[in-house]
């Protein structure tokens, strides 16, 4: 029996027009003698619309025709038949932080990648720094709070934080990414500022001291047994790696492999996966990480549904370690199925 992927694609996020363009490029590479593959558009309101079954290749036009398809299903539809896999292309917040994966689990479904914990620990920048410490992995020091501790005694927040952490310092809302809401502050009215602008996006926030550092990456892929792929390196044209250099410019370099001693690289890859088991993934990650001029290695952040366009980093470090992008997801899909099978031998009864 054939297998049915759904793709879920868009969705209510900063990242929908991403994911849009990652859901033109999985439905052209993925295989047709394989797979059915469902298509479902998941518009800026959160409504679920299932068009026509992919056939052949899909172009703007045709995209949009999924995108139009008036058809507004209910999430819990998709327990139609047997042999089905989810694969959630979503980043962010209502897609990449565990709410999607919640859903299927309730459903039963297999779907790719990582589950509720890991989504929504690597989504909250806060909750996955405590368990990165727990694990013992190096990280820059950091502040975490929430709107109503800056509400009651700025002071004391901005006290807290110029204790703990020098300047130059980043303020990040503590659950978004694609460096929205991120800002880099030299000076306690630049941090002041900072932390108004990100609580506009969330109401934990978190300040980081700010390293000079190269800025490296590495994928994993896996359940049990995670493996990584080469690493690569960032080399961001403006000051740092905001929204418009990941988005918008598109002139970022991207370096890969990049140019690191066989240590460093085999630091790195025991850190990410000492990272990618601390936080319970599964299919796959992006671990992300700084490397300062003492050659210190500190892990920046995990991305549990990392950029997976052909031209974005994740598909084009595993293409130079000799895993094409067609066989990625394939990979990802077996992956899927793998993990559902595991969670079948748990009993949830006893007597
Ligand atoms: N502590 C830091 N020191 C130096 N640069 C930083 C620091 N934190 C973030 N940056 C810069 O900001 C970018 C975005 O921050 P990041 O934490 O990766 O957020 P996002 O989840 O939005 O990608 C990084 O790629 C880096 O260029
Ligand atoms: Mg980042």
Avoid at 165 to 179: D, E, I, M, Q, W
Wanted: proline share 4%; glycine share 8%; charged share 25%.
């Amino acid at each position: 029996m054939r297998t049915k992927i759904h793709l879920l694609f868009g969705g209510k996020s900063a990242e929908h027009n991403v994911s849009l363009q990652t859901a033109k490029a999985v439905m052209n590479a993925v295989d047709q003698s394989k797979y059915d593959v469902q298509p479902i558009y998941i518009d800026g309101k959160g409504l679920w619309h299932k068009g026509a079954l992919l056939e052949g290749k899909v172009d703007d036009a045709k995209l949009l025709e999924y995108k139009q398809a008036d058809e507004s299903v209910s999430p819990l539809t998709l327990t139609e038949t047997e042999n089905e896999v989810v694969f959630p292309l979503l980043h962010g917040p209502n897609g990449e932080d565990g709410t999607v994966q919640g859903l299927l689990e309730l459903l039963n479904l297999p779907y790719v990648g990582n589950g509720v914990l890991a989504s929504s620990a690597g989504m909250d920048k806060i909750a996955m720094k405590a368990i990165f410490a727990q694990a013992g992995l190096a990280q820059v020091h950091y502040v975490g709070f929430i709107r109503k501790e800056w509400e009651d005694n700025k002071e004391n927040v901005v006290k807290n934080i110029e204790q703990t952490l020098n300047y130059p310092v980043f303020v990040k809302p503590a659950n978004l990414g694609s460096s929205v809401g991120i800002n880099k502050a030299t000076n306690r009215e630049k941090l002041i500022e900072a932390i108004t602008e990100a609580l506009q996006f969330d109401r934990r926030i978190i300040v980081e001291e700010g390293v000079t550092a190269r800025e490296i990456e590495i994928g994993v892929i896996g359940n049990e047994e995670p493996e990584c792929s080469v690493v690569g390196e960032i080399v961001p044209k403006t000051e740092f790696y905001d929204y418009q250099s990941k988005y918008e410019d598109g002139d970022t370099a991207l370096i890969i492999p990049a140019d690191v001693s066989d240590d460093i690289y085999n630091s790195v890859r025991e850190m990410a996966v000492k990272a990618y088991k601390a936080l319970d993934c599964s299919g796959l990650a992006r671990m992300d990480f700084f490397l300062t001029e003492n050659n210190e290695i500190l892990i920046n952040e995990v991305n549990t549904m990392p950029g997976f366009t052909p031209v974005s980093m994740f598909p084009l470090l595993w293409e130079n370690s000799g895993l094409d992008y067609p066989s990625l997801i394939n990979k990802l899909v077996e992956l899927a199925i793998e993990r559902h099978e595991e969670k079948t031998k748990i009993r949830y009864t006893f007597d």
